[in-house]
């Protein structure tokens, strides 16, 4: 669960942040030009690169004079943007007046947070924000399936059944800890067949959020950014490795632990308990229905609660409205998700 979710996730991270590391040649009446750097030890100016390394994390890196790559914290980057010129070039390059507000921002900065949400509400965890304590759990014995897993008749046919399914939608707010720093997120995630459809509020500097829509659909796979009605292609090859098939259930190997009794805050639980390498995973069921989710990775943690599951899909999700502004050709043929980062 941990990795397909967190894919998500770092999707929508690169997105907020999609302007810098990134220089758009003119093309269709505008150029974007943005730089990231950093002041060295010696006051020299460093050009700041990033990539996407397997586990997902982003990692930012300069190299100094004599060629050694020097790795840098992403708060310590700074981003500017010197230059934002959009002009009409016939109908394909007139920009919608949220697109073109968007870009505007670019240059004036304030400007970006009149596109923000500032109503939104802060996504919670019902049961707990932090990891159930270890000491309320009380071991018991479970029948065990001919796969080496427990079995709970009930339990199994309002998740495992749904969720492998050709159509369902699925609300949950997932809260992720990754090196001391926390991000809570609010995530809708739809499938219908091969369509699938992700939907979050992405919190920009706790000004607000800004939605933002994840599409793939007949093969292809769509950014959507609502405010600025606004979409662009993500090269194919990159839909398994942003979204797995399974999307979000397990796509790694489990093995099973134990199970038991556990009592939170007067409510009770079944959790059963599975290892990943490194990684435990608990699942917490109440009511015959799967709650929560933990993933614990050392310090790192990834807590995800379901706050709704149907096998229903509204099928219009899937489809990007027709006046959105096609920004694709603006990323370039060769663009890469680590340029967004």
Known sequence: MKKNVTAILLVFALLAGFASCRKLEDSEGFVIESKAYIVDSEGVTRDVQSIINDDGKTEYFYYDASGNKVPVKKKEV??????????????????SPEAQSFFDAYNDPEKFEELLDTDVTQPELVISDEVIPENTFKEIKV??????????TNIEKNY??????????MDFVVKETMDGEEMTLPIVAIRDGENLYFETQMPVEGKGSMKFNFIITNGKCYIVIPAMRAYAEVPKEYVQEIIPSEIVTDDVEMEYVKSGEVVFEGKKYICDVYKSGNDTVKYYFADNELKRIETISGDNTSILEIKELSTKADSSKFKIPSNYFDMTKFLGENFQISDLA
């Open 160 to 169: 495992n059944d749904i969720v492998n399914s050709n159509k369902f939608t």
């Open 78 to 95: 700074v981003v500017e943007t010197n230059k934002v010129s959009v002009a009409s070039s016939g109908e394909s390059g007139t920009l």
């Open 143 to 152: 029948e065990i399936g001919s796969d080496g897993k427990p079995i709970h």
